[in-house]
């Protein structure tokens, strides 16, 4: 029977010595995984916001420039709720000089959430152009000066958080 001396310590850690290792290493990882958590949340907040703030600056520019550069002339216009039809010049080349007139069409698609520009090319086929994605309700209206929107946005990725929001505005024609 071998035996060690009392003055002689086992090299190792003690059951005491482990338990206290072990119940701050599970500290220190309940606080890291939380700290990641909160900052995955955010991260996808801010995703979602961005999201957001894209479709409706891409809405705003893409209804300035139809209605500024495209419109023929304000009598050739009929809004309701969520349709604008009118009369418009569309280019049909790279060169800028070619233009020619038809009658198109800014709608709402309320089943998918888009708004589309929908106007007939050179072989008369009717083709669309996407606004804006993420739609889910769009109103305009028309007072003679100015084409007022009021429109909400939402977010369509799946795997972001659902974010409204609400924006109006108008555009003045020239």
């Known amino acids: 029977m071998l035996r060690c001396s009392r003055g002689k310590r086992t090299t190792g850690m003690t059951l005491t010595e482990m338990l206290v290792v072990m119940s701050l290493s599970v500290v220190v990882i309940s606080i890291v995984l939380y700290i990641g958590n909160?900052?995955?949340?955010?991260?996808?907040?801010?995703?979602?916001?961005?999201?957001?703030?894209?479709?409706?600056?891409?809405?705003?520019?893409?209804?300035?420039?139809?209605?500024?550069?495209s419109w023929t002339g304000s009598q050739d216009i009929d809004v309701s709720p969520n349709t604008i039809e009118m009369r418009t010049s569309v280019p049909f080349a790279r060169d800028a000089d070619i233009?020619?007139?038809?009658?198109?069409t800014i709608t709402h698609d309320s089943t998918n959430g888009h708004v589309l520009f929908l106007y007939y090319n050179r072989s008369d086929q009717?083709?669309?152009?996407?606004?804006?994605i993420g739609v889910e309700q769009c109103e305009f209206s028309y007072d003679g000066i100015f084409l007022t929107y009021d429109a909400t946005f939402s977010t369509y990725s799946p795997n972001l958080p659902e974010l409204r929001k609400n924006i109006k505005g108008s555009v003045r024609f020239y």
């Open 126 to 132: 009717l083709t669309s152009d996407l606004i804006a």
């Open 99 to 104: 233009y020619e007139s038809t009658y198109a």
């Open 38 to 69: 909160v900052a995955t949340r955010e991260i996808r907040k801010i995703s979602a916001n961005m999201e957001v703030d894209e479709e409706i600056s891409k809405f705003q520019l893409d209804v300035k420039q139809i209605v500024t550069r």
